[in-house]
Structures are given as structure tokens and as C-alpha cells.
């Protein structure tokens, strides 16, 4: 008996470019558990016309959770020049979080609300895309910029034992892809890393 496949409901809004940025997203798309790359290079999976885009900007990785059934994904940031703004977490160059069933993305001006609906094929599933004339998300937008190095990080107090990263966990088959050339991760595992919400003037 064939597997009902998980599918991610993705709605896309740009507050400038309009439909533009998303000529090359088709409405549909089956893809395999391979992850799938965002961007504005030729083998990403979903293409986007936006010229501070990286060419591998982000990327949705399935997995499966132990002693779980169903497809669940997580997403990684790839991109060097920027960060991606995921359910109120800034993702920097290589860190990823879960998804859960509704999220809200920002990066480089995009506005992306993904909803999954889980299934148990562990051989493919499917993106349904859905462009919005309207924003999806009203809050600051995470912009394309070599600078964020410079920008304050906030620091917990001392002897509070609190830590600004923190590690959920490992993903089983991590992926070594970036905007570079792939490199070996130290150790053979992928980790979960994020930041806790910052105050809107600290986002990115």
C-alpha cells in the first residue's frame, strides 16, 4: 500500500518585487528526502530572481524523528552574506531549527509561511506553492548584509549559567551543503543551533 506523501504549503510574498521574484517557482513540485535548496543558483530546487540572494540561500531537510513515523524537516541557513528569520530565531551561516506545523520565514526581503501536513512516505513529498499579494509577516525582514558580524550580541548575565546558543539535539543524515564548496562537519554529526528572540532593533 503506497504512502500518503507530507506535504509543505508554501506561501511567498515579496513587499517590492512582487511576483517577479518568483517567476521560476512552479505551483507544484515532488522532490525526494534530499534536502531542498532555495536560492538564485542554477541547481537550487526553487529559484528565485532576487540579485542579493545567494545561490544556495537556505535549504528544507526532511528526517525522520526516532520511534516517529512521519516526515518532519528542519531548515538550514546556507548563506555566508545574511541570516534567515525563522519563528522569531535568527539562523546565522550553517545553523538550522525544526520546523513545526506553521512557520514564518523571512530572508532577504521574502516573507514565507510554511505549513506541514505530515505524511509517512519516507521516499518523496510534495511543495505546494502559493504566491500572496498581500505580507504574510509583520515584522522586521531579514536582510542580505556582510556586516552582521559587528552587530552586539546579547549576552546573558554573569553566573546566570544561561547561554546565548543553545544545542537541541542531532539530525539523523546530516548535510554538508553550503554556499561554498561542501567541508566535512567535525565529529559527523549536524547540529541544532539557534539564538533566543532578540529585541526588534537587534534582528537582522
Not at 564548496?181 to 541544532?192: A, L
Request: aromatic share 6%.
Amino acid at each position: 500500500m503506497e504512502r500518503p506523501l507530507t506535504v509543505l504549503r508554501v506561501s511567498l510574498h515579496h513587499p517590492t518585487q512582487g511576483p517577479a521574484a518568483f517567476t521560476n517557482v512552479p505551483l507544484q513540485l515532488q522532490h525526494d528526502t534530499s534536502p531542498l535548496l532555495v536560492g538564485r543558483g542554477r541547481d537550487a530546487h526553487i529559484q528565485l530572481r532576487l540579485p542579493n540572494l545567494s545561490r544556495r540561500h537556505l535549504s528544507l531537510e526532511p528526517y525522520r524523528e526516532k520511534g516517529s513515523a512521519l516526515l518532519v524537516f528542519c531548515l538550514k541557513a546556507l548563506s555566508r552574506r545574511g541570516c534567515v528569520w525563522v519563528n522569531g530565531l535568527t539562523l546565522r551561516f550553517l545553523e538550522q531549527v525544526p520546523l513545526s506545523t506553521v512557520n514564518r520565514v523571512t530572508f532577504a526581503g521574502i516573507q514565507m509561511v510554511v505549513h506541514v501536513e505530515g505524511g509517512t512516505s519516507l521516499e518523496a513529498f510534495v511543495c505546494c506553492f502559493h504566491l500572496s499579494p498581500s505580507p504574510l509577516i509583520y515584522r522586521p525582514q531579514a536582510e542580505e548584509t556582510d556586516e552582521w558580524e559587528s552587530i552586539p550580541q546579547e549576552q546573558p548575565p554573569p553566573g546566570s549559567g544561561e547561554r546565548a546558543l543553545g544545542h537541541l539535539g542531532f539530525l539523523h543524515g546530516p548535510s554538508q551543503i553550503q554556499d561554498d564548496p561542501p567541508q566535512p562537519s567535525p565529529g559527523g554529526g549536524t547540529e541544532i543551533q539557534f539564538q533566543r528572540e532578540r529585541p526588534d532593533s537587534l534582528l537582522c
